[in-house]
């Protein structure tokens, strides 16, 4: 374990997770769930919430939560990374509990986030646009108010498990700038379309908003305070997911480099094999530290969160990727069908390292924040 880890009390909390998700996501539940439209299955969201209590870790305990830190989630997305888990937790818990916690709405987050924590309610946060943009300037979708309410006209996209959620917070432009909105399922005016995804396992759907009637939540005009620290732990969260999945396909690329024979000896012993698995060893301990300091820069709520989040999600996302791909290459032809699980972690990685902006969206962030100029 590296400096940058975690308590006794957090490795048993991984301990638990990680056998509740060997049972309950294989790569067989996998596989159904992705077939499905819904993409997740009810009963083990209800255990996780339930007898786990998961989607209230970092809740406070006056909205019904448990009050840790966000370092045990971190934990719980780690493994779920591993796991392949098909579930709206990020979109709920990462996402809209994530921006609840960020706004100063006290009234919202006691009418949402009980629910959230509960997991009687599945929500979700719709920001980025057909721009395929997720900053402050890519967001177009209007709101209006008209006597004692507000009505919402555009299209969101990408916006994950939006076409299963209960509760959707939309950014919106009104007179006076970004503003947050909340949106329940069966709207009026309110389409939900499914989207097409290279990673079956993360549902993603457009969402229309035809004058679709909405709660103000926060401030008019100064939602992006709140979004923009939402997207910091959102990319943390991320980012301790693709360790998740950079370490098990590490795992499996090394178990099969051990047990595969040709000409008489284990592939593990050639060259070539040593060097893809000695180089795939250092970019995911790599990706560890950066996701770890960023999960501890979350817990502290410290200044260096806004360069560390967009650190670890720029390196893990393009470890997470390499590791993938190098796990294809070292399985051979069985690597490429469809029937190993590598193409699925390999899906994952890549959708993942577009979502929340890519590698090169982060770069360019971090040299915003660190003052320092960027030439094409």
């Known amino acids: 374990m590296v400096a940058l880890g ?34 997740y299955d009810p009963a083990v969201w209800r255990q996780m919430a339930g007898q786990l209590g998961l989607h209230g870790l970092i809740i406070p305990e006056e909205f019904g939560g448990s009050g840790y830190t966000f370092a045990e989630l971190a934990v719980v997305l780690e493994e779920m990374g ?13 996402l809209a509990a994530g921006l609840l916690l960020s706004t100063d709405d006290d009234i919202a987050r006691q009418d949402y986030l009980p629910g959230i924590a509960s997991g009687s309610t599945v929500a979700t946060v ?3 646009e057909e721009s395929g943009r997720w900053d402050e300037q890519g967001i177009a979708l ?41 949106v329940e399922r069966g709207a009026a005016g309110l389409t939900a379309v499914p989207l097409s995804a290279m990673d079956q396992t993360r ?24 979004l923009s ?15 998740g999945g950079a370490q098990k396909v590490l ?24 060097h893809k698995c000695a180089d795939m060893v250092l970019k995911v301990e790599s990706a560890k530290s950066a996701a770890y300091f960023a999960t501890q820069a979350a817990a502290a709520d410290s200044d260096d969160l806004p360069v560390a989040a967009s650190l670890a999600k720029s390196y ?21 069908t469809w029937e190993h699980p590598a193409h699925l972690y390999f899906k994952r990685a890549k959708t993942s390292q577009h979502l929340f902006g890519d590698p090169a969206y982060h770069r360019r962030l971090i040299a915003d924040r660190l003052g320092l100029a960027v030439t094409a």
């Open 126 to 128: 719709a920001l980025a």
């Open 316 to 336: 893990c996302s393009e470890a997470y990727l390499h590791a993938a791909a190098e796990n294809i290459q070292i399985h051979g032809g069985i690597g490429f």
């Open 251 to 274: 795992d499996m690329a090394v178990e099969y480099a051990r047990i595969r024979v040709q000409f008489g000896r284990p592939i593990g012993s050639f060259q070539a094999i040593k």
């Open 229 to 243: 620290r939402m997207l910091e732990l959102a990319a943390v969260a991320l980012a301790a997911e693709q360790v």
């Open 203 to 226: 549902k993603q759907a457009r969402l229309v908003f035809n004058s679709v009637p909405a709660r103000l939540i926060g401030t008019d005009g100064q939602g992006w305070a709140a």
């Open 82 to 94: 591993r796991s392949l888990l098909c579930s709206p937790f990020f979109a709920t818990v990462v």
């Open 6 to 39: 975690f308590s006794e009390e957090q490795e048993d909390l991984r301990e638990t997770v990680r056998l509740f998700l060997e049972e309950k996501s294989p790569e067989s539940e996998v596989r159904r769930l992705m077939e499905t439209d819904d993409g």
């Open 142 to 182: 209007s709101a209006v108010r008209s006597a004692d309410y507000w009505t919402l006209a555009g299209e969101k996209y990408f916006v994950l498990d939006g076409h299963v959620a209960d509760l959707i917070f939309v950014a919106a432009r009104t007179d006076l700038g970004v503003s947050v909105f909340a």
